[in-house]
């Protein structure tokens, strides 16, 4: 069945250490009936905790953040909840980062320029 008619809408943490950054994501998000917010983190080791807890079916989490960076918070993420579809998403440019990206357990890298559709798209997608 298309997610577009499933009563309840995924469950998705945000997680960068920009706040601004996360509040507009929220926002947009938040706009759409098929996903929830359903928290938010700063960094790393909050994002993984609160993912597992409130059982997030998908979280978005930054590639560059302080002390524990996105890919190491992928790889800790899937450990803890397999279930948990990562999406990276990126301001860089950087060589490898797609593989990077792969090897860590994240479904899909996203370059913060083009999170708009593209993100909702790739959540819905990643959904179990």
Known sequence: MPRDFVATPVRVVIVDDHRLFVDALALLLGHDDRLSVIGTA???RTAIELAVSQEAEVAVIDVRMPEIDGLETARRLRKRSPE???ILVTGLDEPNLAEKAREAGAVALLTK???HDELKEAILAAAP
């Open 42 to 44: 700063g960094d790393g």
């Open 113 to 115: 320029g083009a999170l």
């Open 84 to 86: 948990t579809r990562v």
